[in-house]
């Protein structure tokens, strides 16, 4: 069965850091291209972060350059989101998602979609 799990999500205090993990199951990621998106209530879910098969560059939201890293486990199942200086504003729940045949990650070109894991920074 193929499946996307996101973890690692929860409550932190403006300034603090997270780090999601994108696992997959029933095949393995380093043939896609991954994405992370966010999702606050009430707004369209948003492309956060794109990592290539074969390269491995990325790129960023400008909402999150500098204080987001996305990276490749050692294995070939796995894809982090390393999110630091976490402001409120980065409120909302978070999913990967995978991208194969594309350069980077167009959100309507998905292939498959984790059910997403929850972040809240709040004091």
């Not at 390269?55 to 987001?68: E, I, L, P, Q, W």
Request: net charge positive; hydrophobic share 30%.
């Amino acid at each position: 069965q193929v499946q996307l799990v996101e973890s690692g999500g929860g409550l932190v205090q403006p300034g603090g850091s997270l780090r999601l993990s994108c696992v997959a199951s029933g095949f393995t990621l380093d043939k896609y291209a991954i994405g992370w998106f966010r999702q606050a209530p009430g707004k369209e879910r948003e492309g956060v972060s794109c990592i290539r098969s074969g390269s491995g560059s990325t790129n960023y939201a400008d909402s999150v350059k500098g204080r987001f890293t996305t990276s490749r486990g050692n294995g070939k199942n796995t894809v982090y989101l390393q999110m630091n200086s976490l402001k409120p504003e980065d409120t909302a729940i978070y999913y990967c998602a995978t991208f194969y045949g594309t350069r980077w990650c167009p959100r309507e070109r998905a292939d498959y979609w984790g059910q997403g894991t929850q972040v809240t920074v709040s004091s």
